[in-house]
């Protein structure tokens, strides 16, 4: 079951703020979110694997809310570096060698 | 640049055609993916091997085959393919098989396949 993501596009101005969901009809052992911009592989941001786990990376940050089946991604004072489509992965085992990829948002970044 | 190498970049290829895709990686990572991207749709994940055992078969038709011949190189073998499987594939690989040990995956940048 892959997870959906919402919202599916987000436009932004340099500065401003945003928030991409991540969320799972099922009990969810580890999120990832990854960027991927246009013609380019998909590149790792981070990786949470405790609920109520929070992790930065740059000005992304993320948190995990295990009870609530979901996970929500940050961009704080958005730069133009910041445009992409970006991916959750969810693995609903420790065991599990596969990830569930959400269908992506894609946000774009306008000076 | 995240190490995984994929080639051809693009590829035109007829219903009736047999073609490969390939995938290198010198990163040391003991497994290694194929994922579908198409427009609009989550990344499906087709095979996983793992130290070059085939660990996952994700319900992909038999038109795609994969082989890993090492740990550091895995082909998608295409043959009497459709239109619908138009599409980006991509390959990626980790360190650890167990994506959830805070491993990362590193993907190229993938092959545009066209179906005509």
């Known amino acids: 079951q892959q997870p959906v993501q919402s919202p599916q596009a987000v436009i932004l101005r340099e500065g401003e703020d945003a928030v991409i969901n991540c969320s799972s009809s099922?009990?969810?052992?580890?999120v990832h979110w990854y960027r991927q911009k246009h013609g380019e592989a998909p590149v790792f941001l981070m990786i949470?694997?405790?609920?109520?786990e929070q992790k930065g990376h740059d000005k992304i940050s993320a948190s995990f809310n295990e009870k609530k089946q979901q996970s929500s991604l940050y961009l704080t004072a958005s730069q133009l570096s910041y445009s992409g489509t970006y991916f959750c992965?969810?693995?609903?085992?420790?065991?599990?060698?596969?990830?569930?990829f959400g269908a992506g948002t894609t946000v774009t970044v306008r000076a | 640049e995240t190490g995984v190498t994929q080639t051809p970049r693009h590829l035109v290829m007829g219903m009736t055609n047999k073609k490969s895709l390939k995938c290198e990686q010198h990163l040391g990572h003991n497994a290694m993916y194929w994922y579908k991207q198409s427009a609009k749709k989550p990344l499906e994940l087709m095979f996983v091997y793992n130290f070059k055992e085939q660990t996952e078969n994700n319900s992909v038709p038999s038109r795609f085959s994969p082989e890993c011949p090492n740990s550091s190189h895995l082909f998608l073998h295409l043959h009497t393919l459709q239109p619908e499987d138009s599409a980006l594939y991509l390959c990626?690989?980790?360190?650890?098989?167990?994506?959830?040990?805070?491993?990362?995956?590193?993907f190229g940048q993938g092959t545009r396949l066209t179906v005509v």
């Open positions: 949470l694997l405790k609920g109520g």
């Open positions: 990626a690989s980790s360190q650890d098989p167990l994506w959830d040990r805070n491993t990362e995956a590193f």
């Open positions: 992965g969810t693995g609903s085992s420790s065991n599990d060698y596969k990830l569930s």
């Open positions: 099922k009990a969810l052992y580890s």
